[in-house]
């Protein structure tokens, strides 16, 4: 079965840019989503095919995927982006189905 | 307003079941894909089953299949998960979600619910 790996945990200031990875086997052929979820909120799509934003979502969050390794960055990080972000790929590979990462704790110091 | 309402959530004793309702309202439902997504309490997001517009194409988890069944109900704007045979580890939020689609295999899941709660206790 086809696994996303994701750091538990990314700290940045605020004004700095966070990078969060997603680590798959050969993502860079597949489509990655990125969402954002807040406590005690229902998940929000961030990025979705790679790279594209939905509208209303800040341009200072962009998404990039190559080789084993898809990153969600967010530039001028504000308090308000403090949550968990979670990718997701659909896997056909074996039997079809939706993947996510385990998720990645943002926190701005 | 693009809006999906879930419910049909509680408590329920292992072995038991559930249906979970979704009611979408301002959008063309039957041109959408649409999914469950759960999260237990303090975990992470875990897809549970999509199906495609048209109920053409059904996919599961491993962890529900056999035990939960997706549906949807065009005319009615409504998307339903009949849960059977319940265990504990079944005990989660769960969220009824758009695809930005009508195939699961593209975009992302673009709408989201505010989520049901289902406990799964003796």
């Known amino acids: 079965s086809y696994v996303l790996t994701q750091p538990p945990s990314v700290s940045v200031a605020p004004g700095q840019t966070a990078r969060i990875t997603c680590g798959g086997n050969n993502i860079g052929s597949k489509s990655v989503h990125w969402y954002q979820q807040k406590p005690g909120q229902a ?3 961030v990025v979705y095919d ?9 341009e200072r969050f962009s998404g990039s995927n190559s080789g084993n390794t898809a990153t969600l960055t967010i530039s001028r990080v504000e308090a308000g982006d403090e949550a968990d972000y979670y990718c997701q790929v659909w896997d056909s590979s074996s039997d079809h189905r939706k993947v996510f990462g385990g998720g990645t704790k943002l926190t701005v110091l | 307003e693009v809006q999906l309402v879930e419910s049909g959530g509680g408590l329920v ?8 309702s979704c009611a979408a309202s301002g959008f063309t439902f039957s ?3 649409m999914n469950w997504v759960r999260q237990a309490p303090g975990k992470g997001l875990e897809w549970v089953s999509s199906i495609s517009s048209s109920s053409s194409y059904i996919y599961y988890a491993d962890s529900v299949k056999g035990r939960f069944t997706i549906s949807r109900d065009n005319a009615k704007n409504s998307l339903y998960l009949q849960m059977n045979s319940l265990r504990a580890e079944d005990t989660a939020v ?3 979600a758009r695809d930005g689609s009508n ?17 799964v206790s003796s």
């Open chain 2, 94 to 96: 769960y969220y009824c």
């Open chain 2, 31 to 33: 041109s959408y894909s």
């Open chain 1, 50 to 58: 790679d790279s594209d934003r939905p509208s209303g979502i800040p």
């Open chain 1, 43 to 45: 998940p929000v799509l």
């Open chain 2, 103 to 119: 195939r699961p295999d593209t975009d992302g899941m673009d709408v989201w619910g505010q989520g049901t709660t289902v406990t």
């Open chain 2, 13 to 20: 004793k292992p072995g038991g079941s559930l249906r979970l």
